[in-house]
């Protein structure tokens, strides 16, 4: 009787180690989504800045070659 407690006893704490590495492993997972998640719209708010940048600045580049060109 106390051998069959002992190995419930054992196979309970084995079956604890187990759900306990398994939950680890989600929380690892969902951890590297979100930071992921968070390095990309990083890099997608960047890149729309610097491009928005560009824009304008050759929007200005244009408009004053275009103010060069004009006759006087």
Do not use: C, W
């Not at 989600?26 to 930071?35: L, S």
């Amino acid at each position: 009787m106390y051998q069959k407690k002992q190995n419930k006893n054992l196979l309970e704490r084995e079956n604890l180690k187990a759900s306990f590495k398994q939950e680890m492993l989600k929380t690892q997972i969902e951890i590297q989504e979100q930071t992921l998640n968070d390095i990309s719209r990083e890099i997608h708010d960047n890149i729309t800045q610097v491009l928005s940048f560009v824009k304008l600045n050759l929007g200005l580049l244009n408009n004053s070659l275009d103010d060069e060109k004009k006759p006087v």
